[in-house]
């Protein structure tokens, strides 16, 4: 699990190194296989046994002669097993004088095929030693003397069977009397000196050796002759400067009257040379990147604890799928006091508190499952330290899996949040008495409201008496005068009037601001196409003489509110663009909707009107304020005040753009709740709402 964890945390440059390391090996196998296949399927067969006398290797090519390709070397069967009894004696004497001298004659013997018959063969081998001078193994050339053997049964053929047989070879072979003059070559031999085997026939050994080359060889054609076999390999440079191996092996050919000449067998071993060079260079250089990685998987360990153990406001802590403490870190020991041999082997439950005081975590054993299940689990709640104090902790149980999925076990990574949590007890107490005094003015302000609307109410309605005897009065005054009378006095009583007039309109604003504070909504779906349609019909019928081009979008939504309020504040919106856009001689309205990023709708009213100062606009929607005198303008300065406050009663707000000249856009939202099907009300029913 440590390994894991380190191998997650480890550092860039090291993740690097890694892949080179991977790649480098990847290389090495793909050329490990091609010496493999090079050697699998030899002309010739290989062999490689131990001292116990067990088959370490064998290749593919003995494998189809013997009738054996299921053969399984990694099992290290006995080559007895495969040599025929008569010759188990003399196999054992090869390899010991392999083991003992370093070299021997080779060995002519019958191995048995998986038939049972034999098969006759020539064993020509070399010891393989460790850097201490162990014998390790040998490797063994064998090849196929069947031919041979029955050549020599046939004495009568013997010799054409013997070179037609031997010219078939990859190994040159030669054989040289006492006084080392050629008795015999097969093809290969003589193609390496540039002619025939019948002209080799008779030649001394000195016609076809350079003369540092027979320094080299002649003493051990000496020992050959005197009976001793040799075996031995020696190195030759190319003129393209390439360097050729030969494996050598002098045989005395011993006759009942002594010693007659030497065998000589020339085995070119370079490929197998350069494929074991090769193997061995890359069995070296995947050591050498082995043993780096493991020195940086060291390292980013060691960083990796370093970095766990100095953490001070955390810990970290390892525990298994059951929830038993696995490795327990000084991080671990320093938060909670408890050393590495106290917790290792412990329940994770140990380490909770036995009253958890508002703690939100289950119990321990569900904490376990939940972080198996989802990866990753928090809790929050108290922990117990050695010296029975505790602390509030906040931990997050992490499950560790491998490449597979397996789980290997959980991490936990806690830290001491007590000092938090001491100042969240205090911010609730001081949330709770701030909502205590919240609600408490929340109440006072609702019965401040009811008392302003009552008031508001009474006076508003208590004013319109006197108003109307004004109003009453002032008509009376002007029926009784005529055009002679005085035209000053005319004047100032039409201005009586008209002030009356006016004064009653807003006291009527002033009722309805204040009855749209208390009236109670009457929710329903309201498709808004229908409902614009009555709202602009009458605002047609009272402006006849207007050229006004209406755009309105045609997928206009249902939405959810009041019908008869909507209505008015359409209304109040709309009559505002037809009062601003009087003076253009083309006036344009545009009406439209979008979805609102943050819920619900957004719905504007565009006209190309006069416009207005949008910065000196503070009082925009506030009863009885306007932005053009009233000379210019008729009005009472109700209508966006009330538009706005039907727009809030439905959980929306209102908001202009718009600058001097330039024309106005009115802004509202209205909240999506999930509508009903939209209904189809008849523009008769949507007329009567608008007027």
Known sequence: MQANASTDQAEPGTVDATVVAARRIEELEQALARAQSLYEQAPCGYLSIDAELRVVNINQTLKSWLGIPEFDASKKPLVMDLVEPEWHHAMQIHV?????????????????????????????????????????????????????????????????FLQSITDRLPSRLAYYDKTLTCRFANKAQADRYGTTPERMLGTPLSDVIRPEAMAEILPRVANALNGHAQTFEIEREQGNGLREVFLLNYTPDLQPSGIEGVFIEVQDITDRKRTEEFVLEANRDLEERVRE????????????????????????????????????????????????????????????????????????????????????????????????????????????????????????????MTAAKSLEDVMNDLNRELEKRVAERTQQLVAANKDLDVFSHMVSHDLRAPLRHISSFVSLLLEHMDETSDKLALQYLNSIARSSNRMGNMIEGLLEYSRLGRVTLDTQAVPLAPLLEGVMAHLRGENPDRAIEWVIEEDLPVVRGDAMLLAQAWGNLLSNSVKYTRPREKAR??????????????????????????????????????????????????????????????GGRIWAETELGEGCTFFFTLPFEGLEPELDFPKSSMAELTV
């Open 96 to 160: 010991n004088e392999l083991s003992e001298k370093g070299s021997c004659e080779p060995l002519n013997m019958s191995i048995r095929r998986a038939d049972g018959s034999p098969l006759h063969v020539m064993l020509s081998s070399a010891p393989v030693f460790d850097a201490d001078g162990h014998f390790l193994y040998c490797n063994s050339m064998v090849q196929d003397t069947s031919a041979l053997k029955a050549v020599e049964s046939q004495p009568a053929k013997r010799d054409g």
């Open 293 to 416: 990685h493991s020195a940086e998987l060291f390292q980013s360990e060691q960083r990796y604890r370093l970095m766990v153990d100095a953490i001070q406001d955390y810990c970290i802590y390892f525990v298994d799928a059951e929830g038993v403490v696995t490795d327990w870190t000084e991080s671990a020991q320093r938060l909670h006091g408890h050393t590495r041999a106290q917790m290792v082997g412990k329940p994770y439950q140990d380490l909770l508190a036995a009253a958890t005081g508002g703690e939100d975590e289950v119990d321990a054993a569900q904490v376990m499952r939940l972080a198996q299940t989802h990866g990753q689990w928090e809790t929050r709640g108290w922990r117990l330290r050695d010296d029975g104090s505790r602390f509030w902790a906040h931990t997050v149980l992490t499950a560790l899996r491998n490449e597979a999925g397996e789980l290997q076990g959980l991490s936990a990574i806690t830290r001491d």
């Open 589 to 650: 309205i545009e009406i439209g909707w979008k979805v609102n990023p943050v819920g619900g709708r957004t719905f504007y009213v565009r006209d190309n009107g006069v416009g207005f100062d949008l910065q000196k606009a503070h009082n925009l929607f506030v009863m009885f304020q306007r932005q053009h005198h009233s000379m210019d303008f008729q009005g009472t300065g109700t209508g966006l005040a009330l538009a706005q406050r039907i727009i809030e009663r439905h």
